[in-house]
């Protein structure tokens, strides 16, 4: 049935003359990233002052926007965010969701630790003010805990993926509830984010990672898909609950799963 489902699908004639013109626009931006952390992101202050953003977190921003715009993603934002410091928590299935969050609001994430070795990539992230957490680590998350806490004492935001990993076909899994206890030891708020792929309205689960999908051949696909729509959602705060996490946790993924499903599946 999938099979005969595939042999339906109209053949995109497009993606090979989208890969003529993005990848060497791709090659441009990555040494484009290189001279903003080398110049800027090793000297310029992280927290903002009065609401309103330090030079490191409008280039952040910036070189995020551009990279969507390279695969061909127009970036939305839904609602407001929060200003520093805040614990935003997110869905998570694609590695593009950073950049889509960051494309609206600079902050500082927390990703598995493989990412800092990889080339160019890892260093990029690092210098970004990435927090990096071995999955599976009792020891390692103790001590991103601390810095997370550390990060938003000294009134810096910080984003999370509380599913713990990047889920599949639009499934929204269960959010961890231990991360929200960052948000209460350095008491600031928790804002839940959305982040949607969608196409004249309508979502689009497939531009996530597929089951069993590498990173280079979701980048790859992506890199030669036809334009979509990149939706930031902004959500309200969850109520502060000291003695619940597990409540902050549960009405942040509701919150979440609302925003998702507002509009079609295809």
Known sequence: MEAATANLTPRDR???????????????????????????????????KNGREPLAHRTIRMWSTMLLRIFGFRSRRFGTPLPDPVLFVANHTSWLDIELLHSQRAACFVAKAEIANWPLVGWMASRGGTIFHRRGNNHSLASVMAVMVQRLREGRSVAVFPEGGTGHNGVLRVFHARIFQAALDA?????????????????????????????????????????????????????????????????SRERIAAALEDGAVV
């Open 187 to 251: 008491d600031v708020p928790v804002q839940p984010v959305a982040l949607r792929f969608a196409r004249h309205g309508r979502r689009i689960v497939d531009a996530g990672f597929r089951e069993g999908e590498s990173f280079m051949g979701n980048f790859l696909r992506l890199l030669g898909e036809a334009p979509l729509d990149v939706e930031v959602h902004f959500l309200e705060p969850v109520a502060m609950s000291p003695d619940g996490r597990r409540r902050m946790a549960e009405a």
């Open 14 to 48: 497009l993606r090979p003359l989208r890969y003529v013109w993005r990848v060497p626009l791709l090659v441009l931006h990555v040494l484009f990233g290189i001279l903003i952390c080398a110049l800027i992101l090793s000297w310029a202050g992280g927290v903002m």
